[in-house]
């Protein structure tokens, strides 16, 4: 049995990392909740110009009225994968990376990666081409910033260099739980064109000059979005990884001192014996 010195060693420690653990739950749950409150913001307004866009599709002929709406043969695809700086935070990264490499196996074009976070540019650094890395956005983050690296991609997708771009990132659905997505950034997605229309639109100064001001906003905010999905996933799953590491923790501490008390039990039991004997010895003399 280890000596009670140890034992007592050993529960200083875990007490130690049970307040380590705790502190970063109560960091994670403040900072959810300012990272909750962005992503829920953003979303109707998301989903609102993408609907606005479908809609105008839908109704107006657009053959040729943007190269962003063009599907052509892919050569190149670009994926932007984003994960976080810093782990202690469960599956969160590691889910996102294996989505992707998940998806590179069963890519038949060649790939860059733009790199959203430490942890995905260490994944592929060596063995991947990368494309950018943006790991430094999360001390900047804005939708500015964000725009301001897509302003090269769309670039590269207008000149040809690139034909196809995803986004693959966890989605916030709660505290607990985030899902590993993977979207299609370019070519926009766009609804099929109907004569049964619902609504119909009076351009000005006309549906191009509109589109062009959209779809770009558009591309932006879905990348935009699905970082700041990111970043409440991240926030999300470090809280529940150190809620699980504190009680871990506690548990093991709890089993910890019975053990202590046993052994010191046993050590001051061991000692009356001692004693005793020690007495009978001399009555015996």
Known sequence: MANLKEIRGRITSISSTMQITSAMKM??????????????????????????????????????VSTYTEVREARRVLYIVVTSNKGLAGAFNSAVIKQMNTALKTTAEEVEILTVGKKVFDAVRRSKTVYDNQSALFDRMSFEAVGGFMENVMRD???GRIDKVF??????????????HTEQVLPIAMAEQTTEANTEYIFEPNAKEILDVLMPKSIKTQVYKAILDSIASEHGARMTAMHKATDNAQALKNDLVIYYNKARQAAITNEILEIVS????????
Do not use: H, W
């Not at 979303?43 to 599709?57: D, F, G, M, T």
């Open 157 to 159: 997708y207008r000149e």
């Open 27 to 64: 960091v994670s749950a403040a900072k959810l909740k300012k990272a909750t409150d962005a992503i829920v913001m953003l979303r109707p307004y998301s989903e609102k110009l993408q609907q606005i866009i479908e809609n105008v599709s839908a109704t107006t002929d657009l053959e040729g």
């Open 278 to 285: 020690g007495a009978e010895a001399l009555k015996g003399s």
């Open 167 to 180: 986004v693959v990132y966890n989605k916030f659905i709660n505290a607990a739980t985030q899902e590993v």
